[in-house]
């Protein structure tokens, strides 16, 4: 259990909708069980990396939406300082039940690790500009 004020502070984490369309623009991102984890390196190219987390109805009610993201949550927090900086990620729950358990959490924490270190350590990954965002279609009629 996290004590109190020992959370994931807000500047560590990826709030905006704008800044998730950013990280899943980028197109880079790698697997393992439940979990996909996708990142892009920041334009600004410093600070602390930040983490969103991505539980859909899909993966069940409530209850085990909000399991993942308490385990999910406290894995970040133990593992942030081994991320590497400057770097925004978004971890992505496919399906499944949230491992249980100390050993769980282990599990999880370094599951989080190696995606982490397979999709910044390939050739290039910080070389590349975040994708453009693509035009909006013009509405039908528009302009008439």
């Known amino acids: 259990m996290t004590p109190v004020g020992q959370g994931l502070p807000r500047t560590s984490r990826l709030l905006r909708p704008a800044d998730f369309a950013r990280v899943y623009r980028r197109r880079a991102s790698a697997a393992s069980g439940p979990l996909v984890l996708y990142a892009a390196a920041r334009l600004d190219g410093d600070g602390d990396a930040r983490v969103g987390l991505s539980v859909s109805r899909r993966i069940g009610n409530a209850v085990v939406r909000n399991r993942w993201k308490r385990r999910l949550r406290e894995a970040v927090r133990m593992i942030r300082p081994r991320l590497p900086a400057a770097v925004d990620y978004i971890v992505v729950v496919r ?14 924490e370094a599951t989080i690790v190696q995606l982490a270190e397979r999709v910044t350590g390939r050739p290039g990954f ?7 965002p693509s035009p909006r279609p013009r509405r039908r009629g528009a302009g008439r």
């Open 95 to 108: 399906g499944g039940l949230p491992p249980r358990g100390a050993e769980g959490a282990r599990q999880v």
């Open 126 to 132: 910080a070389d590349k500009r975040p994708a453009s």
